[in-house]
């Protein structure tokens, strides 16, 4: 193996450390939940680049933050590639033992998106090395991008009021440059009844009943944002993906509840998605027994303006590689809407396939890795005159 770049070193080093994130469940073995493993082994690389790397935290949701420094009046460029990892149930290879076949190097987390931090620690160790760093620099390994986002939430806590020009998130995009994708809003609506005996059922007031005519509206109303789509992203959309209520057969039910999942477009956020919500229960007749419980955005919108220096500035780097410098669009959140929500304006580019990224053989082709490593010295450099 001594014929491999650093970077597939780097990746298949991160590829054996587990970092899954545990999604909420607690059927998962601790020693491979939680990315306190990966932040101290990133942290260690990057400290052994002479960066100074912090962990931010806790509970083993550890997220890693290092900044460098070019000169007074430059950008700061963040860039934010995340620790975590989806679960590995029913996986077809193992893993956490990263094997390569051909181009495509496996392993759980090859694509999404450890293989983002492997081309950005070869990419830092080149440019640093020949001290050409024209950017000042925030390299963040952030916990948690599968489900809350808290690792973003503890990292932006850690800047302070510092906000860094732009940001850049790596995620499988095939090397295409994103600027644009939905966002994600998650609602729990609870209908409230009066139990009663089911032989009687006028005595009480049947939960899931009125809670049958709330789904009946949300669903008319999907149906009306559904004919408005926005230009580059199409409609907003709405599922109801998890119902539950009741506890016997012969008892009237007095709480039943849904949940929403909504895909949101630039512009929308809870607060309009609520409104929304409570308007279709009031046009059912039952904004009174019920509620919208929470409302609660996984992943804001991300809507990057093309002509922003972080589109510009990537998608020089992109055309210096000979890769296509336009914009285009993902079905899918990242952490790119959350610092876009704090105002960091950010794009999406990274090597593999969403394709293939939380699927039972997750890869990434090693070619890809291998040129995103240049996107990144490009981007590192700055505008200064190109490396020879
Ligand atoms: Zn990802």
Known sequence: ???????????????????????????????????????????????????????????????????????????????????????????????????????????????????????????????????????????????DEELGSQGVADVLAHLGSRRPDWALATEPTELRLINAHKGVVHARICARGRACHSSNPSNGQNAIVLLARAILSIEQSAKVFARKPHPTLGAATLSIGIVSGGQAPNIVPDEAQIWVDRRTLPGEDPASVRAEIEASLAEAGVSAEVVVESCSEEKPPLETPVDSVATCATAGALESVGLSPACGHVAFGTDAGVFARAGIPGVVLGPGSIDVAHTSREFVPISEVEIMVRIFERLLEGEGPSAV
């Open 1 to 143: 193996m001594a014929d491999l770049s650093p970077s597939i070193r780097y990746l298949r080093d991160m590829i054996a450390i587990p970092s899954v994130n545990p999604m909420g469940r607690d059927d998962l073995p601790s020693e491979i939940t939680g990315e306190q493993a990966m932040a101290e082994h990133v942290a260690h690389e990057l400290s052994r680049l002479g960066m100074d790397a912090a962990l931010v935290g806790r509970g083993g949701r550890t997220s890693v933050v290092a900044e460098a420094t070019a000169q007074a009046g430059a950008q700061t460029l963040l860039i934010a590639s995340h620790l975590d990892t989806v679960p590995v149930d029913g996986m077809v290879i193992d893993p956490f033992d990263p094997v390569i076949e051909g181009d495509h190097l496996l392993g759980r987390g090859s694509c999404d998106t450890k293989a983002g931090m492997a081309a950005l620690l070869e990419a830092l160790d080149r440019v640093l090395e020949r001290g050409r760093l024209g950017r000042n620099i925030i390299i963040v390994g952030e916990a």
